[in-house]
């Protein structure tokens, strides 16, 4: 595709049907809360906007958040939106590699300076003048810094780009074992240590791809951020509780638990509180959009909710009288119910 070519002639180009394409505009502009008449106004946008440059930063991760977009179905129009990127740079996507790579890499910021998508998943480690992530080199740390100075916007997709995820776990109960002195791009922000730039958060361990697909696809066709919670996570897709829309929730009403999980209340679907579901403290939007094309999400397949889109994630529990973090999100600590 053509730095000029707009998106619905790449969308006509892939057999993508003009209908496929206004109903996930009337998806994405319903899950984003804007009014009725949104969707064809989005449509209109999306369909003359230009191909933004997007460079996509692995730190310290785990894979998992990419896995989770290319496999978001084959071929949706969320998955096409990616490809109607040019992204010019990502470690796991891309076919250059060493010094190439970083070519393309300061090539792409260069002359797109000012107008890219900076996309980050992992967390930053900070400790020993960040040794303990670089590429090519350079601490993650820096080539954060060189990178978020000449982009539009930037992603932080994941709980680790996010909040500092799994390489920060135990920073609260017990700070010595965050070693990399890992940290979210936000705090990094907060705390002065990289300069303000537009960021929106996408957490999630892995975050829902529809989230990742939606925050892109307001930005495309508005140029701005959606509407942000006080943790930067777009409301659309994080400002209900999982609790809210599990699908086991009359039973939680109804006082109905399992009690283990091959007990007859987890075979009869009962709700997972007792087992220490953290769905009614955490806020994502798993229960209705799910992975895999809305096949399934933690609830559907017997689990509890781990919490995994909170700054909370991974080793903190929230105490029973509301009054910090306690122990790991994977214990079964269970605040009483009120
Ligand atoms: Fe709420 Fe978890 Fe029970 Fe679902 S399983 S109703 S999220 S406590
Ligand atoms: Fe994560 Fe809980 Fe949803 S663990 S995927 S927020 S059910």
């Not at 209908?19 to 989005?42: D, G, H, I, Y």
């Not at 810094?145 to 994941?158: D, N, S």
């Not at 029973?320 to 119910?337: A, E, H, N, R, T």
Request: a negative charge; charged letters at 15%.
């Amino acid at each position: 595709m053509s730095r000029d070519e707009t998106f619905v002639d790449f969308l006509a180009h892939r057999g993508v049907s003009r209908r496929s394409f206004l109903t996930f505009c009337a998806t994405t502009a319903s899950a984003l809360a804007l009014p009725a008449a949104a969707a064809k106004e989005m449509a209109t946008l999306l369909a003359a906007a230009p191909r933004p440059s997007v460079l996509w930063l692995s730190f310290q991760e785990c894979t998992g958040c990419t896995e989770s977009l290319t496999r978001s179905g084959s071929p949706t129009v969320e998955a096409l939106i990616l490809d109607h990127l040019s992204l010019d740079y990502h470690h796991t996507l891309q076919a250059a590699a060493g010094e190439a790579a970083e070519q393309a890499r300061r090539a792409a910021m260069e002359a797109n300076y000012g107008r890219y998508v900076l996309v980050v998943d992992g967390s930053v480690p900070t400790a020993d003048g960040g040794v303990w992530s670089t590429i090519a080199g350079v601490t993650n740390l820096a080539m954060l810094t060189e990178a978020m100075e000449g982009a539009a916007l930037t992603i932080a997709v994941g709980t680790c780009a996010s909040f500092g995820g799994v390489a920060a776990a135990a920073a609260i109960a017990a700070p010595s074992l965050n070693q990399s002195g890992a940290r979210g791009v936000g705090e990094l922000m907060d705390a002065g240590v990289i300069a303000e730039r537009p960021l929106v958060n996408v957490p999630g361990c892995p975050p829902v791809p529809e989230a990742i697909s939606g925050t892109i696809a307001h930005f495309l066709a508005y140029g701005s951020l959606p509407d942000l919670d006080a943790q930067r996570r777009p409301t659309a897709y994080y400002g209900r509780s999982v609790h809210s829309r599990c699908p086991r929730l009359r039973h939680f009403r109804n006082g109905r638990f399992a009690l283990a999980f091959d007990d007859e209340g987890a075979r009869s679907g009962y709700c997972l509180y007792k087992l220490g579901c953290k769905g009614p403290e955490t806020f994502n939007v798993c229960p209705t959009q799910r992975w895999n094309q809305g096949h399934s999400f933690p609830m559907h397949s017997g689990h509890g909710c781990l919490g995994c889109s909170e700054a909370a994630f991974w080793d903190r529990t929230l105490a029973p009288d509301g009054s910090g973090y306690i122990g790991s999100c994977f214990y079964p600590q269970v605040p009483p119910l009120v």
